[in-house]
């Protein structure tokens, strides 16, 4: 009998790293591999689409994209109210601990935003100077920082699709010392689709 529960254990414990080592392919692929096709809904019943993109510069960004049944001056002016970035996103997983300690409107014409944000890899500073470019076409807010090894780059674009329709697009790209590229991005690929359904939750919740 002692020999049959320790051949079990034994088949138990590699059944158990079998699929350790099967996850960490998948984080390994899913945070390594990236397409420079954007990977666009639809419509808003398509839901939030999330992908690890290469951009034009070579970078690996994780972009979610959406379709929102609101003007894009609304979604636009939900993006960049940073003040109210905590109440927007608190109930967000990777941005629970989120806090805003000021903004400011540099003389450049940025803004500048600084605060701490939390997430299952720890939490770190946020210090980003942002800039706001707006046309009739498309309205985007981006960021690019990087000091030393940790990287914050990312933007957010809405395009009109109509007069009370727009499509919401959040790149962001992070680097931690600490943690390996593929960690991080597969991290974010799991859990930044939940900061575009804020937006859309935060325009539910005011009135039209």
């Not at 080592?21 to 096709?37: D, Q």
């Not at 639809?42 to 994780?62: M, N």
């Not at 770190?124 to 990087?146: C, G, K, L, N």
Request: aromatic share 6%.
């Amino acid at each position: 009998m002692k020999k049959l529960v320790s051949r079990s254990q034994r088949i138990a414990l590699a059944a158990v790293a079998a699929l350790v080592a099967a996850l960490a392919v998948v984080a390994v692929v899913r945070g390594t591999w990236a397409s420079a096709t954007p990977d666009d809904p639809a419509t808003s019943a398509d839901g939030v689409r999330t992908q690890l993109y290469l951009d034009a510069d070579g970078h690996k960004k994780v972009r979610c994209s959406a379709v929102l049944d609101y003007p894009a001056e609304r979604v636009w002016a939900v993006v960049t109210d940073y003040p109210r970035f905590p109440q927007i996103f608190g109930a967000v997983t990777p941005l629970a601990d989120l806090t805003v300690d000021g903004t400011e409107r540099l003389p450049d014409g940025r803004t500048s935003l600084t605060g701490r944000v939390a997430s299952r890899l720890g939490t770190w500073p946020v210090d980003v100077r942002i800039t706001h470019q707006a046309s009739p076409e498309r309205y985007v807010a981006s960021w690019d920082e990087a000091r030393g090894d940790d990287v914050n780059r990312g933007s957010w674009t809405i395009v009109p699709l109509g007069p009370d329709r727009c499509r919401a697009v959040y790149l962001l790209e992070v680097r931690v010392p600490r943690y390996p590229a593929f960690v991080v991005n597969d991290v974010l690929l799991g859990q930044l689709g939940e900061v575009v359904t804020a937006v859309r939750d935060d325009l539910a919740r005011a009135p039209r």
